[in-house]
């Protein structure tokens, strides 16, 4: 009689065990398989971007140079010698001389951390204000959201350049806290909206409602199921707003709003160069081409992160 043949494997079988031990990859499934998450999708898409990968090579040169200025020059921007006023870039000094005889690359490299600082410092302040709120006006909804709402229609209506003169005037300073502290409060509004239309895009989606069934408290609610998800934007508008509070920055300092002497800023510098445009045209040029690299970085970085955040973009 002839021996009786093994039916065939059946697919499905076959396909369920390849994956088990992880046939394909040379190697047996020693535990769990790791989710996709909305920051590890994000970070794969980032490490594949070259406009993030562009800013962020500009970024942490800028943001070292602010920390570090020492890496980039040896000389002080202080030390000056009034026998080399106004003259040219050349070989031994790249950007040449300023008014006063100071050496001109070593104002542009110390000026990044004013630029730097006030940046991140504006940015995280109101980072900070816009999170809380946004999130309880999101969250509870009701007479806690109808009253932060008015609180930032009220914002919106005050003139940002004239309500910052009037509060540097009452601060009676111009230095770099009182200037922060400015921006986070003429800032704070349009994030805050961001933030709370996040949060209600979040609120209401099953694995908070699930959470919320399980007994979860509001507090955990919020940290643990609603902020994670609901930071993206935020962090987006971060990026780029750094940016225009560096920009913001240096209009102020030009329009002799913002920081004074002896302070050291390209919003200071491009504002002394005003009067020499075509006699020492350098004065002009490495400042403003400084900030503009600085801002541009920052726009290019917000871009990245929104495509990165945004699987629609992908």
Known sequence: MAAMQAPPPDPAATASVGTATGAGSGRPADGPVREASLWSDAWRQLRR?????????????????????????????????????????????????????????????????????????????????????????????????????????????????????????????????????????????????????????????????????????????????ILPNALAPVIVYGAIRVGIVIAAEATLSFLGLGLQLPAISWGLMIAGAQPRLLSAPHLLLFPGLFLSLTVLAFVLLGDALRDAFDPRLR
């Open 49 to 225: 971007n070259p406009l993030f990968l562009g800013s962020a090579v500009l970024i942490a040169l800028f943001t070292l140079m602010a920390i570090v200025p020492g890496l980039f020059t040896r000389a002080d921007p202080r030390a000056c010698d009034l026998t080399n006023s106004l003259v040219r870039p050349s070989g031994e000094h790249w950007f040449g001389f300023d008014l006063q005889g100071c050496d001109y690359y070593a104002k542009v490299v110390h000026g990044a951390r004013v630029s730097m600082t006030i940046g991140i410092a504006t940015v995280a302040g109101t980072a900070l204000v816009a999170v809380v709120l946004g999130t309880l006006a999101g969250f509870y909804g009701g007479f806690i959201d109808t009253l932060i709402a008015r609180l930032t229609d009220i914002w919106f209506a005050l003139p940002t350049l004239l309500g910052a003169v009037v509060v540097l005037a009452v601060l009676g300073g111009k230095g770099l806290p009182q200037l922060t502290f400015v921006l986070v409060i003429f800032g704070w509004p349009t994030m805050t909206r961001l933030m709370r239309s996040a949060v209600l895009s979040v609120r209401d989606m099953e694995y908070v409602t699930a959470a919320r069934a399980l007994g979860a408290g509001d507090l955990r609610l919020m940290y643990r199921h």
